[in-house]
Nanobody
Framework: QVQLVESGGGLVQAGASLRLSCAASGRTFSNYIMGWFRQAPGKEREFVAGISRSGSMTYYVDSVKGRFTISRDNAKNTVILQMNSLKPEDTALYYC???????????????WGQGTQVTVSS
């Protein structure tokens, strides 16, 4: 079992940066693909970024490419989402998730954090 806790969200102006952190508890953190998802009011949950077990491969939704960076530190059981050049359309509740394979389908992820709110004003 893996337990995930997100932090780092907040209210910022467009163009600002935020660093989201996901702290994981569990003895086999390195065995999991880690991903970030977001959900805005009235919309479906959306894949944002994912990272392989070793951290050597990453994948991003087109809308955040060049602005967001996902990374992980298996020794510290953490995964990071560095978000730069934030836009109002990035406003959402952001979730950290862990799954068994490198996929973008939220249904394939087994563990979820409770979310951290990101609000970007213009």
């Amino acid at each position: 079992q893996v337990q995930l806790v997100e932090s780092g969200g907040g209210l910022v102006q467009a163009g600002a940066s935020l660093r989201l952190s996901c702290a994981a508890s569990g003895r086999t953190f390195s065995n999991y693909i880690m991903g970030w998802f977001r959900q805005a009011p009235g919309k479906e949950r959306e894949f944002v970024a994912g990272i392989s077990r070793s951290g050597s491969m990453t994948y991003y939704v087109d809308s955040v490419k060049g602005r967001f960076t996902i990374s992980r530190d298996n020794a510290k059981n953490t995964v990071i989402l560095q978000m730069n050049s934030l836009k109002p359309e990035d406003t959402a509740l952001y979730y950290c998730a862990a799954g068994p394979s490198f996929v973008t389908d939220p249904g394939r992820y087994d563990y979820w954090g409770q979310g951290t709110q990101v609000t970007v004003s213009s």
